[in-house]
């Protein structure tokens, strides 16, 4: 930050770094659209292991590819796999059109004895109403009856009008409720004028004094009524006697208040129960922990109960305004269990239901298995929504749920307890049926994908460091072509395609499909082609048969050996993915054509830029060939293009800090030393072919590059050269007789 120099001073500021860091990209990042067992459909799912990949979309299948690519791809070094799964759209670019379906199953309820149906209140007795509070009763549907609560305070009211000729300390003693007797003395000072006490006066000094009770003036003003403060047929109101009643001439009876509750402000149950069982027919009220609950009479679930909205004492009493139906005690469907994902994997799932471990009996047990074995276990679930097991919270859970099943709550009738999963004993249940895997009719259209999806190719749209692209389950002319032209077109050269060859295919038929089927020949420099297929361990006998090994597409085990070979060393992606040291096949042990091991068979498919695979003996299994598919371009083999696209994508992101800033010798010279900086790290990992930085690389942003004309337009030219790396592809040796003893001694003879 700038100072100001007025006093004199030493400051200390500190520049701008004269050259910035360029960090590299990742060069590794493989994606790939395939076929799976299950999992996300068109959703970009980032793997670093293939059992993570395994957990999200299964295991092998007879119809994909997919899970021996992603194998391969790990076992051969690969570390990161951003992976999408695909299957058959009507439209591509509307992603709900899929072919695929989710399978389901309904778990039933255990067969019970009939139940009624009942309301349970939610607030804790007594209960605070007011005197005509309602709860309108509705059974079985029919029309609702009334219960009223009615209360009236006791009240007497004296005989004498005023004015009260009172004296100084005359009394007033009375009982009020049963409760102690009280005494209220009048004195002067409480009145104009204590010999001619007005009713209001006297009023006042009751209510000053008084306990459990108040006055008030009545008739038209003249008389006094003393009332008790508790309203119904506990209030009494008794006037004992006094020296001032011979005045005001209270009666001296016990008076008693009326209703049907003792007290209107702290109604008890049973209180309710009598007043409302003897209004409405066919319930009972009962007292549950402190809670009001109303029963209907009948069990069975044509027999109901409900409170209605038009109840002025529901809130009070904490009743719900639902209607509450009983139970026939036959089984009804309580839990559906969904297929997390789309598929038929679901024909193998079953689910076991046992009682709870916590021995809470609304509470039960959940496993899933699959093909019989167990795959998850969930404890202590319920029914009720509420509680913090609820069986939809857990199973759903985004990530401590299932991976192969969703839970749904059907809403079945009854408490937690009764509409708890049937335990099973012998018999699981399910399996899940009506699951579709939507590939019968899956093209490469689907695959491709659409951006309005988005799907196929398409979502890999949202992989930012994406750097490999491999489509296993999908081969063909329309399909390598539109790998290219992601690659090449929509991002822009950054990403490189590894094509699998058509399974089947002879030397002489991959030849013809890349001349001319395909024209993938001098296509594109961001895409390499391999044959022949490969062969591999069957992992699972009992789904691809009892032979020992099986054929797949190569791609995945060839992405692996390029993450590999990058990760091998700093610069690694500078070398060449092949040949017996870097190019290695791990887990392959055999090819599907082995006239690929003879050298006339490599003879004829490698100037067609098709890379072979291929042993010799002594030899690992390995990739032996380097061409990209163009060779007529710059960087013809596939490190110098990959590397290439490594330097070009880290300089690019290393540059933003140029873009929009001043355009001069020095802000060019900075941009100048920031790539040549970057660039001589290259160097030093080995990524040219020359001796020295000079002559490996060069770094122009000067004038001719960038005269006035360029500056107006605002436009910053750099350009950059670079001396790859070029591979030995032919070892000549040259022997020869060794004739130098001869020579030198005719040389001697001559002499």
Same mark, same amino acid.
């Given at each position: ?233 506990? +209030? %009494? ?5 006094? !020296? $001032?009643?011979?005045? =005001? &001439? #209270? ?5 008693? @208040? /009326? ?44 027999? +109901? %109960? ?5 109840? !002025? $004492?529901?809130?009070? =009493? &904490? #009743? ?5 139906? @009983? /139970? ?34 609304s509470e039960f047990n959940l496993r899933v298995l699959d093909g019989g074995l167990v795959m998850e276990n969930f404890a202590n679930l319920t029914m009720d929504p509420t509680a913090d097991r609820y069986v939809e919270t857990i199973v759903n859970h985004a990530k401590t749920g299932s991976q192969l099943v969703s839970a749904e709550d059907v809403d079945a009738v009854g408490t937690a307890a009764q509409r708890r999963p049937a335990v099973t004993v012998t018999v699981h249940h399910g399996p899940l049926a009506g699951g579709l895997d939507g590939i019968d009719d899956i093209t490469a259209a689907d695959f491709v994908g659409d951006v309005g999806g988005p799907t196929g190719l398409r979502v890999l749209d949202q992989s930012l460091d994406l750097a490999l692209l491999a489509v ?280």
């Amino acid at each position: 930050m700038a100072k100001e120099l007025l006093a004199s001073k030493t400051i200390i500021l500190e520049e701008e770094p004269r050259i910035r860091q360029i960090q590299g990209v990742p060069t590794n990042v493989l994606g790939m659209i395939g076929i799976t067992e299950r999992g996300p459909i068109a959703e970009l799912k980032r793997v670093l292991s293939f059992e993570e990949w395994a957990s999200y979309f299964g295991g092998d299948i007879l119809n994909g590819e997919a899970s021996h690519a992603v194998r391969g791809f790990f076992q051969n070094g690969g570390q990161v796999l951003d992976f999408v799964r695909t299957v058959h759209f009507t439209d591509a670019s509307v992603v709900s059109s899929k072919h695929s379906d989710k399978g389901s199953y309904t778990i039933p309820t255990a067969a019970t004895s009939a139940t009624a149906g009942s309301v349970l209140g939610t607030a804790l007795a007594p209960f605070n109403l007011e005197p005509s509070d309602t709860l309108i009763v509705a059974v079985d549907g029919a029309g609702g009856t009334t219960a009223t609560f009615t209360a009236v305070a006791a009240a007497v009211q004296c005989a004498t009008a005023e004015n009260y000729a009172l004296v100084n300390g005359y009394t007033l003693i009375f009982h009020i409720d049963a409760a102690a007797e009280q005494t209220i003395a009048f004195l002067t000072s409480e009145f104009v004028s204590i010999g001619a006490a007005t009713a209001e006066e006297v009023a006042a000094v009751i209510n000053a004094k008084c306990i459990g009770a108040h006055a008030t003036v009545t008739s038209g003003g003249t008389k006094v009524t003393i009332t008790s403060d508790t309203r119904g047929t506990a +209030s %009494v109101v008794h006037i004992t006697g006094g !020296t $001032a009643n011979a005045i =005001l &001439g #209270f009666s001296t009876g016990s008076v008693a @208040g /009326t209703g049907n509750v003792a007290a209107i402000d702290a109604v008890s149950i049973a209180e309710v129960k009598t007043v409302v069982e003897l209004a409405v027919a066919g319930v009972t009220v009962s007292n549950s922990g402190g809670y009001a609950k109303i029963t209907r009479n009948s069990a069975g679930a044509s027999y +109901s %109960v409900q409170v209605t909205a038009p109840s !002025t $004492a529901d809130d009070e =009493l &904490g #009743f719900d305004n639902a209607t509450h139906s @009983g /139970t026939s005690g036959a089984a009804q469907s309580t839990l559906k269990m969904w297929g997390k994902y789309d598929g038929t994997y679901v024909n193998d799932v079953t689910v076991a239901i046992s009682n709870a471990s916590s021995g809470v009996a609304s509470e039960f047990n959940l496993r899933v298995l699959d093909g019989g074995l167990v795959m998850e276990n969930f404890a202590n679930l319920t029914m009720d929504p509420t509680a913090d097991r609820y069986v939809e919270t857990i199973v759903n859970h985004a990530k401590t749920g299932s991976q192969l099943v969703s839970a749904e709550d059907v809403d079945a009738v009854g408490t937690a307890a009764q509409r708890r999963p049937a335990v099973t004993v012998t018999v699981h249940h399910g399996p899940l049926a009506g699951g579709l895997d939507g590939i019968d009719d899956i093209t490469a259209a689907d695959f491709v994908g659409d951006v309005g999806g988005p799907t196929g190719l398409r979502v890999l749209d949202q992989s930012l460091d994406l750097a490999l692209l491999a489509v296993p389950d999908m081969q063909g002319s329309t399909m390598h072509n539109a790998m290219i032209t992601y690659c090449e077109t929509i991002r822009d050269g950054q990403v490189f395609a590894i094509l699998d060859p058509p399974a089947g295919y002879s030397k002489t038929d991959i030849c013809t499909y890349v001349d001319t089927t395909a024209a993938l020949y001098e296509l594109s420099e961001f895409a390499a082609i391999y044959w022949p297929q490969v062969k591999v361990i069957n992992p699972n006998k009992n789904l691809f048969g009892l032979d020992e090994t099986i054929i797949v597409p190569p791609s995945g085990h060839i992405a692996g050996v390029y993450a590999r070979t990058d990760a091998s060393q700093p610069g690694g992606v500078y070398n060449q993915p092949a040949g017996i040291e870097r190019g290695i096949l791990r887990g392959v042990v055999g090819f599907e054509d082995d006239d690929v091991k003879q050298e006339t068979c490599r003879d004829l498919i490698y100037p067609k830029h098709i890379n072979p695979l291929t042993t010799a003996p002594g030899l690992p299994l390995h990739i032996d060939g380097v061409y990209a598919l163009k060779t007529s371009s710059n960087f013809p083999t596939v490190a110098e293009r990959r590397g290439v696209t490594y330097i070009e994508q880290s300089i690019k992101r290393g540059t933003q800090f140029a873009r929009h800033g001043d355009n001069t010798d020095t802000s060019r010279a900075r941009v100048n030393r920031t790539i040549a900086a970057f660039l001589l790290v290259q160097f030093n990992n080995k990524a040219f072919r020359g001796t020295t930085p000079a002559a490996s690389f060069f770094v122009d942003t000067g004038l001719g590059l960038n005269p006035p004309s360029e500056q107006f337009a605002m436009k910053m030219n750099i350009r950059i050269g670079l001396a790859t790396k070029k591979p030995a592809e032919f070892i000549i040796i040259r022997v020869s007789q060794d004739t130098r003893a001869l020579e030198e001694e005719l040389a001697a003879a001559t002499a």
